[in-house]
């Protein structure tokens, strides 16, 4: 079962009060009008809610095959990716794929 296919419940109240059932990730992400990578940092987080646009609350998001956990949203940082420069994005076809040749900041390439 990919993770996308994972029934997720909706919950409010103090987290026991079941308000309704997805039948996956992306079905819940659309519906209640939060991108998956935000609801994939909230599920099964006990002291945590998040915002639906699309229901006007908060709301509790929870995997029911995973236990529940308390631990803090998890965001990964971007401080690792190098920028990319010297190129104007802008000015390549539409519709083409294209590839980066990295190079590290002493000037020698770095493989992927």
């Known amino acids: 079962m990919n993770d996308g296919s994972k029934s997720i419940e909706v919950r409010v109240g103090d987290n026991t009060q079941f308000l309704m059932k997805f039948s996956s ?10 991108p998956k990578t935000t609801l994939d940092r909230y599920i099964n987080l006990k002291n945590f809610t998040i ?5 006007e609350m908060y709301i509790y998001l929870i995997d029911p095959s995973k236990p529940l956990s308390e631990d803090s949203p ?8 190098m920028a990319i420069t010297g190129v104007d994005l802008h000015a390549l076809a539409k519709g083409k794929l294209f590839a980066l040749l990295l190079v590290s900041r002493g ?6």
């Open 25 to 34: 990730k992306n079905r819940a992400a659309i519906s209640l009008g939060i």
């Open 51 to 55: 915002y639906s646009p699309v229901l």
């Open 74 to 81: 998890s965001y990964t940082t971007t401080d690792a990716v």
């Open 107 to 112: 000037g020698e390439t770095c493989s992927p």
